[in-house]
């Protein structure tokens, strides 16, 4: 075999063997210094993990409140002092006093606003009914023809009842007209061109003539029963039909007049010059309230009723004022139990708990206002 034959099986051999041994390992410190390399990233990659999650749970740590942390309602008191907890809402002494228009027609003036104070009888708002007033005006005129087509002397027997018919018709007239000056004063007080003086004269005035009427009356009716065989004339009996109808469309006209049931504060207006009114309607034209003195009308659960009495005191709560106890005192307990309403505003919504209201008289309401929603605190009773 010759040399150059010998040199290629030699260096076949030799590549047939490293490929059949793999590739060479390398020196030792080498493959310690890359595990070192490897655990270090895969310890970096763990941390930034770490920091990631904690990254992401510190908002929700942040939004819950600290422990101990005051809440934004009242604090509920120690259950140990309290005997019971009921929902109320805050009230007038007379309660909300709604006003509602007793006949058809169109809102014309509006005499109040929001916050006036009013006294009894005072007129908040006119409704204007072209049917009525055209009837009374008609009912005007023939008064005042048969009032002229009797006035001729009277006989010495008609004329006792004569007179007595003629100060009863009189005696309505006046307390018409003096209710009218009294309503002219108001108007004008409320718009700073009259005076209280005026006011009162007139007032003074309204109840003399209101306390006449009724004496006429009776005077008429004495005098009818005492004297049956005095028949009045044709005439007579004509003027006394026509008194009758115009009483009945003055009664219909000054009906037309919303006026104050009692002394009070104006709550609430519903009313709008021009719109339309009627009875059905669903919003009152008038709220109004005594607010001479507050209370609270509370929903207690019947469960609680034995515990509770007349005169127990009370601690008042309201959201508004978190800081703030208002003492009170029971005043009245209503003896019946029926289904819970707390809350509802216009129609009633009923709730499946039942209750009985009571009634709580605040010693020193502050800064309540009628409407606002609170919790009453049923003081525990002494042993």
Do not use: H
């Amino acid at each position: 075999m010759s040399n150059r034959k010998l040199s290629y099986l030699a260096a076949f051999g030799l590549c047939g063997l490293a490929a059949a041994v793999g590739p060479p390992l390398p020196p030792l410190g080498a493959q310690e210094a890359k595990s070192s390399q490897e655990a270090k990233s895969s310890q970096e990659a763990k941390s930034s993990q770490e920091a990631k999650s904690s990254q992401e749970a510190k908002p929700a740590q942040e939004a819950k409140p600290a422990q101990g942390a005051k809440p934004a309602q009242a604090a509920m008191p120690d259950s140990n002092g309290w005997q019971a907890v009921a929902p109320g809402r805050v009230e007038p002494r007379s309660r909300q006093i709604r006003i509602g228009s007793p006949d058809v027609g169109r809102v014309g003036q509006i005499l109040v606003q929001v916050n006036d104070t009013v006294f009894a009888g005072e007129a908040l708002i006119r409704v204007d009914n072209n049917d009525i007033r055209t009837r009374l005006a008609k009912v005007e005129v023939e008064l005042n023809l048969r009032r002229r087509a009797r006035d001729n002397p009277p006989s010495p027997k008609e004329a006792p009842r004569r007179k007595i018919e003629d100060a009863a018709a009189d005696a309505e007239r006046a307390v018409v007209e003096a209710q009218a000056t009294v309503d002219r004063a108001a108007v004008a007080r409320r718009a700073g061109n009259g005076s209280d003086e005026a006011l009162k004269t007139a007032d003074a005035a309204l109840s003399r003539a209101r306390e006449q009427l009724p004496q006429r009356q009776d005077e008429l009716a004495r005098f009818e029963a005492s004297t049956p065989s005095v028949v009045p004339t044709e005439l007579e009996g004509q003027l006394a039909a026509a008194r009758i109808d115009w009483r009945g469309a003055q009664a219909a006209q000054d009906n037309l007049v919303i006026r104050a049931p009692i002394a009070g504060t104006i709550l609430q207006l519903g009313a709008r010059a021009g719109e339309l009114t009627s009875p059905s309607a669903p919003q009152s034209l008038v709220v109004l309230g005594d607010l001479s003195a507050l209370r609270v009308r509370a929903e207690l659960d019947e469960r609680n009723f034995g515990a509770i009495k007349t005169g127990q005191a009370v601690v008042v709560r309201s959201v508004a004022y978190p800081e703030r106890d208002f003492a009170g005192k029971v005043s009245s307990i209503a003896q019946i139990i029926g289904p819970g309403s707390f809350g509802a505003r216009g129609q009633s919504t009923f709730t499946d708990i039942d209750v009985a209201e009571v009634v709580v008289d605040l010693t020193a309401p502050g800064p309540l206002i009628v409407g606002m929603k609170v919790d009453v605190y049923f003081r525990r009773s002494d042993p």
